[in-house]
């Protein structure tokens, strides 16, 4: 069974930097999932942030784009999410998420995935 687990949440400064991770296991081949970070505030929906596939294609948020970078390491079965210059409005929960994809498959809709992690928190003070 596949299980997600997420690390690197903190408390930082409006412009500081986080590294957020996610190791998965029970893969049986980490290289056959397309993989995604989600983020959900307080009394806001679900959203997409970033996401993967499996030839390395990204895709980000507008509101995301130019600060944050996705990369994966399929040998370590790790998801990476670099946030550079944070806001107060990146604030929230983030998780990540994965599924058995086709190739070049990037997916930024949370209901296309099976697996999610528990989520690990980000807080942007001004």
């Known amino acids: 069974q596949v299980q997600l687990v997420e690390s690197g949440g903190d408390s930082v400064q409006t412009g500081g930097s986080l590294r957020l991770s996610c190791r998965g296991s029970?893969?049986?081949?980490?290289?056959?999932?397309?993989m995604g970070w989600f983020r959900q505030a307080p009394g806001k929906e679900r959203e997409a942030v970033a996401a993967i596939s499996r030839s390395r294609k990204t895709k980000y948020a507008d509101s995301v784009k130019g600060r944050f970078t996705i990369s994966r390491n399929n040998a370590e079965n790790t998801l990476t999410l670099q946030m550079n210059n944070l806001k107060p409005e990146d604030t929230a929960m983030y998780y990540c998420?994965?599924?058995?994809?086709?190739?070049?498959?990037?997916?930024?809709?949370?209901?296309?995935?099976?697996?999610w992690g528990q989520g690990t928190q980000v807080t942007v003070s001004s």
């Open positions: 029970g893969f049986t081949y980490s290289s056959s999932y397309c």
């Open positions: 998420a994965a599924d058995l994809c086709p190739w070049d498959d990037v997916r930024i809709q949370s209901a296309e995935y099976t697996y």
